[in-house]
T-cell receptor
Framework: KQEVTQIPAALSVPEGENLVLNCSFT??????LQWFRQDPGKGLTSLLL?????REQTSGRLNASLDKSSGRSTLYIAASQPGDSATYLC??????????FGKGTRLHILP | NAGVMQNPRHLVRRRGQEARLRCSPM?????VYWYRQLPEEGLKFMVY????????ESGMPKERFSAEFPKEGPSILRIQQVVRGDSAAYFC??????????????FGPGTRLTVL
């Protein structure tokens, strides 16, 4: 059974600090991995998509890595800002076009 | 180009009533996916449809839930005889389809169903 686990479930960090969110998955044949952001009461915003042939993707202050051999992905956020406060979801995309989501990490940036 | 649209955004039903959730995919997208997010839980896949065809419904509860994506009009997720446990956020996503390629899904804002 494919599972995606995110640790920690919640994280509070002072503004300006760099931080890392962790994701682990059980499917060694992972197709793609995607990080989303979800704001309270809102939908999902795609942040970064890493295809299985890639090791990392970067967008602005965000960097996501993928290590298929260890079954892990990390999302690195540099110079955190209060506007970064949200829930971050890690998701595995399988070859049947289904997405398996983790439960998310609730991030709170302290001003 | 409008994104994925869902309506209503909020829906309140009493136990035993029916709930109909609508999803209009992005222009040019032929595939629709429904996901459910229960309180304090992650999003779970429910069903994957293309026009007039269900491709994968392995995540759908066996009773009371059904989904369709007609040739014309939005995709509909229908929940009959709702119970309190159906209270959740229901998200729709859509994608283009190219065989052998990764078909990125784009998500709508969700419908939040509350069953009283």
């Amino acid at each position: 059974k494919q599972e995606v686990t995110q640790i920690p479930a919640a994280l509070s960090v002072p503004e300006g600090e760099n931080l890392v969110l962790n994701c682990s998955f059980t499917d060694s044949a992972i197709y793609n991995l995607q990080w989303f952001r979800q704001d309270p009461g809102k939908g999902l915003t795609s942040l970064l998509l890493i295809q299985s042939s890639q090791r990392e993707q970067t967008s602005g202050r965000l960097n996501a890595s993928l290590d298929k051999s260890s079954g892990r992905s990390t999302l690195y956020i540099a110079a955190s800002q209060p506007g970064d406060s949200a829930t971050y979801l890690c998701a595995e995309l399988d070859r049947d076009d289904k997405i398996i989501f983790g439960k998310g990490t609730r991030l709170h940036i302290l001003p | 180009n409008a994104g994925v649209m869902q309506n209503p955004r909020h829906l309140v039903r009493r136990r035993g009533q029916e709930a109909r959730l609508r999803c209009s995919p992005m222009k040019g997208h032929s595939h629709v996916y429904w996901y459910r997010q229960l309180p304090e839980e992650g999003l779970k896949f429910m069903v994957y449809l293309q026009k007039e065809n269900i491709i994968d419904e392995s995540g759908m509860p066996k009773e009371r839930f059904s989904a369709e994506f007609p040739k014309e009009g939005p995709s509909i997720l229908r929940i009959q005889q709702v119970v309190r446990g159906d209270s959740a956020a229901y998200f729709c996503a859509s994608s283009r389809y190219e065989s052998g390629s990764y078909n990125e899904q784009f998500f709508g804002p969700g419908t939040r169903l509350t069953v009283l």
